[in-house]
């Protein structure tokens, strides 16, 4: 084998070595794997990470019309213009997922960041933020055994890993009750798709075969946003809010590597590298709106939509679906914020609920999800410095068409740092 052929059969061994392939009579998980295993990551761009912070997380994620002096809400960039003080949030996740396919069930898990933050009031009522976050997951290592006509008996590998990731510059300004922001920022990141065909049949003489193709997807990413609040009383007031981002189109890179191997030699190896193509990302938007009755309670409602009509990766559409959206529900209450002995009537708690179908379509089947949600602000130090947390617990997916059920546990954690000269 030639030293070109050499490098490129090597590189594809690197990419697939972390396949656990053992033989399955029916499409199995992964389950050595010390990875989440996310089965529907495989389609569109992988799975969407919330980015919204454990303070909204825990009220249902109802981000639309949401503000405060003390909290940098990323998911409405004009929430800015309400900061006072400098404030840093820092945020990680976790979850604990049941995978269920007909009689088997398999649990997966991961921890990682949630988001970085940090939002700067630089005027009265002008404010900067910028930050970090995890936009999309993708990781799944699913295996098939089949009889292919000419081929027998074999065992389909489908491996994935990677992410698209978000670093931002946002700015906002709040004219009376009316305020206008925007992010900007840049989206990137890198992800691995492989496909492994191993014969498993000893008296049929064929060779195996694998494929990967590794794509680097890069561009500019915005998101606009207005909020609008209004005064009913001395105490009482409603808020209302929506973002929207249109589609973008980035840019992507993507090398592609085939390997076909013998027992008893003439192996092969091909590549093709360095193929431009475009990802074209969906028209998002939301819009809520909240009653608040200034630090003592808070409920509020949320839709969101995006349109993935338009939707291409490379040319392809990748069992999307044209539409889907995302409705929450949920509220928080204080008993006493300024309590100098007590102090869980300090505490903030939260609940609430959301529903939504997902972005990808599999077999012309939707998935759906659900979850319930609480959580939890605990004050510490003097003034607003707090650490927040939130559960959700809910379903998503079905069993129909031979799709997958997931049964998740969702924990985040994080912590909110304020300050007039951080």
């Known amino acids: 084998m030639c030293h070109k052929l050499l490098k ?12 656990q392939v053992t033989a399955q009579t029916t499409t199995a998980i992964d389950t050595k794997s010390n990875r989440e295993n996310a089965p529907y990551s495989r389609f569109g761009i992988g799975e969407f990470r919330s980015g919204t912070n454990p303070l909204l997380r825990g009220m249902g994620s109802i981000s639309a019309a949401y503000s405060s002096p003390f909290a ?84 389909r590998t489908y491996f994935g890993d990677g992410s698209l990731n978000y670093a931002f510059f946002g700015a906002a300004y709040r004219y009376k009750g009316l305020s206008v922001g925007a992010n900007f920022g840049y989206l990137f990141g890198t992800t691995v798709y492989a496909t ?6 000893n008296t049929i003489n064929v060779s195996d075969a694998q494929f990967a193709r590794i794509i680097k997807t890069g561009g500019i990413y915005w998101q606009g946003g207005l909020q609008y609040a209004t005064k009913l009383n001395n105490n009482l007031w409603i808020r209302s809010g929506a973002t929207l981002t249109l589609s973008q189109t980035l840019k992507s890179n993507t090398d592609n590597y085939w390997v076909s191997y013998n027992v008893s030699g003439g192996d092969t190896s091909y590549s093709n590298l360095g193929q431009k193509a475009n990802l074209t990302l969906p028209m998002m938007y939301s819009a809520g709106v909240q009653l608040a009755d200034s630090n003592k309670w808070l409920v509020g409602i949320d839709f969101s939509a995006a349109d993935w009509s338009n939707y291409s990766s490379e040319g392809r559409t990748d069992s999307v679906a044209n539409m889907s959206y995302k409705l929450g529900i949920g509220g928080q209450f204080t008993p006493d914020a300024t309590s100098v002995h007590k102090y869980f009537n300090r505490v903030t708690y939260r609940a609430g609920f959301y529903y939504g179908k997902d972005y990808i379509d599999v077999r ?17 130090n003097r003034g607003a410095n707090r650490v927040n947390m939130a559960i959700e617990v809910g379903k998503r997916g079905t069993e129909t068409n031979g799709l997958f059920m997931e049964n998740f546990v969702k924990f985040s954690a994080g912590i909110t740092l304020n300050d007039k000269w951080f």
Do not use: W
């Open 8 to 19: 490129q059969y090597l590189l594809l061994l690197c990419i697939l070595a972390t396949f």
């Open 72 to 155: 940098v809400n990323t998911q409405n960039p004009a929430s800015y213009g309400s900061l006072l003080l400098t404030t840093y949030e820092g945020a990680l996740e976790g979850s604990s997922r049941t995978i269920v396919s007909g009689s088997d069930k398999y649990k997966t898990g991961m921890a990682t960041i949630n988001s970085m933050n940090i939002g700067i009031p630089v005027a009265r009522s002008a404010a900067i933020a910028f930050g970090f976050r995890p936009m999309t997951h993708i990781y799944f290592n699913l295996q098939d055994t089949s009889a292919i006509a000419g081929y027998g008996n074999s065992i």
């Open 196 to 201: 492994r065909l191993e014969g498993i049949d």
């Open 364 to 380: 012309n089947t939707p998935v759906n999800f659900y979850a319930v949600t609480l959580g939890t602000s605990l004050p510490f």
